[in-house]
């Protein structure tokens, strides 16, 4: 008898065996991640960490009233929880020196202006870094070489060659590196890969992300404390390598954001908090073969507080990344206006909506596939959790796993994000050749990395 085309070889109807057959792809997916990680392969733990019983000693860099401070406060008062201990704490402001003296019931020979003594330490098994953006790289290569683990916070590094020597640096340690975007450990993004990876959807068309703001008095105009003076702050130290060195600016010093010299604005804020997501939903992220973008500054919103200087970087910006497997990413950043069309990605089956926070994702069939796909809806997941990232970080050191944002996801996301700058502020289209690790335009001449004193706002 001849085979309805709506059933399978085994007779079941079409639907159903297709169901049948993804939902066990997804239980064998499953099973393998939990054998292995899904980037690169398993790490040793710490010579300090021997197992899940022993507490981990963390050092803190950059002890900012933003993120910085909300790491030393988190990581102290979950100590017990996690068995961790906030050892030592670094800053070239006295007065953040104090806070976390205080608030982490530190020794004032636990507290230093100079990263360095930190990393000379025997006893400190990590380093939590939450300095600007300049000093990422460098530090995270001399604790890892000092035998620390390491979470960075976004972005990975100012610019890709940092990256890269990071990259290297990882590899060549066994350490665990964990980069700070705690949307990655939001269980919609996972939830996503699995989906991806099965099969399924088919093949992946583009995914959408946005971050988005509308901020009155401007974007990163944060208040300057009345203690921020040079007799306070180790202003030689805070520059670090950055080429085009001015004197001492309270205004640099807090909002340093919205200047090249110091960060890629947007590029370096607000991209790397959807886009490693993103990048880690698709299952298998990869190195971009192209990527152009375009930023805008035309509502001049520091102006709106007199006597505020204007911003170098762009308060909008759209970036659209192509990978070799023909996926594409869009992400849309902006300072001055909220709206955010959502979180979705498109596959040749079917569309997936992921909550803001991860916290659901709806699977929605492309009407040319419902008798294949049926619509289910992913709800209750964890979602975005600062502390739920940092405990992934203490769970790898002691494992010996990898990090949900670790060096494999970070490294190709922070070459998404430099390839983006430089289109934007360069004016041209960035390819890549992941093989060389070079970079060309459109009629392949090659174009040198930006990166400290390459343009004057560096």
């Known amino acids: ?98 806070f976390a003296q205080d608030k982490a019931e530190l020794k004032e020979a636990d507290v230093h202006d100079d990263y360095r003594k930190i990393l000379d330490r025997k006893d400190i098994d990590a380093v939590l870094i939450a300095t600007h953006d300049p000093w990422h790289a460098q530090i995270s290569i001399e604790a890892m070489e000092s035998g620390k683990h390491v979470y960075c916070e976004k972005p990975m590094t100012r610019y890709l060659g940092e990256a890269f020597s990071v990259y290297d640096t990882v590899k060549r340690t066994g350490k665990v590196y964990q980069v700070g975007s705690q ?42 404390e009345d203690e921020t003076k040079a007799e306070n702050i180790n202003w ?58 375009i930023g805008t500054h035309n509502v001049h919103s520091d102006l709106s507080v007199p006597g505020t200087p204007e911003r170098e970087v762009a308060e909008h910006i759209q970036l659209l990344a192509e990978f070799p497997s023909g996926y594409m990413i869009t992400i849309t950043c902006s300072s001055v206006n909220a709206k955010s069309p959502g979180f979705a990605i498109y596959t040749h089956k079917a569309t997936l909506n992921i909550g803001s926070s991860g916290e659901r994702v709806e699977l929605v069939p492309e009407k040319e596939f ?20 940092e405990k992934n970080w203490f769970d790898c050191i002691r494992s010996g796993q990898q990090t949900n944002a670790n060096i494999d996801l970070a490294i190709r996301v922070q070459t998404v994000i430099s390839l983006a700058e430089m289109s934007d502020r360069l ?11 070079k970079i060309s335009d459109g009629s392949g001449k090659e174009i040198a990395p930006i990166t400290y004193g390459t343009l004057a706002q560096s």
């Open 1 to 98: 008898m001849e085979q309805s085309a709506s059933s399978s070889p085994s007779g079941v109807p079409r639907r159903d065996f297709i169901k049948k057959a993804a939902t066990a792809a997804a239980a064998i997916a499953a099973t393998s991640v939990l054998k292995t990680p899904v980037y690169g392969q398993t790490q040793a733990p710490s010579a300090n960490v021997a197992g899940a019983n022993n507490r981990i000693a963390v050092g803190i860099v950059g002890i900012g009233f933003g993120i910085g401070q909300n790491h030393l406060v988190g990581i102290h008062d979950k100590g017990n929880e996690n068995n961790t201990v906030v050892a030592a704490a670094s800053d070239v402001f006295n007065k953040r020196r104090k």
């Open 183 to 224: 949307g990655c450990s939001a269980a919609g993004w996972h939830k996503c890969a699995e989906l991806i990876k099965s099969g399924k959807l088919g093949a992946l068309v583009w995914g959408q992300g946005f971050y988005c703001r509308n901020s009155i008095p401007g974007e990163w105009n944060y208040l300057i």
């Open 236 to 293: 030689e130290r805070w520059l670090g390598k950055v080429k085009n060195r001015v004197p001492f600016s309270d205004e640099d010093f807090h909002r340093w954001r919205k200047y090249y010299r110091y960060c890629g604005g947007l590029y370096g804020d607000l991209v790397p908090h959807r886009l490693h997501p993103l990048m880690l939903a698709s299952g298998t992220p990869e190195f971009p073969v192209r990527v152009s973008s």
């Open 370 to 389: 419902a008798e294949e796909i049926d619509p289910e809806p992913f709800t209750g997941l964890q979602p975005e959790d600062l502390r739920v990232h």
């Open 427 to 437: 004016k041209t289209t960035c390819l890549f050749d992941e093989k060389t690790r």
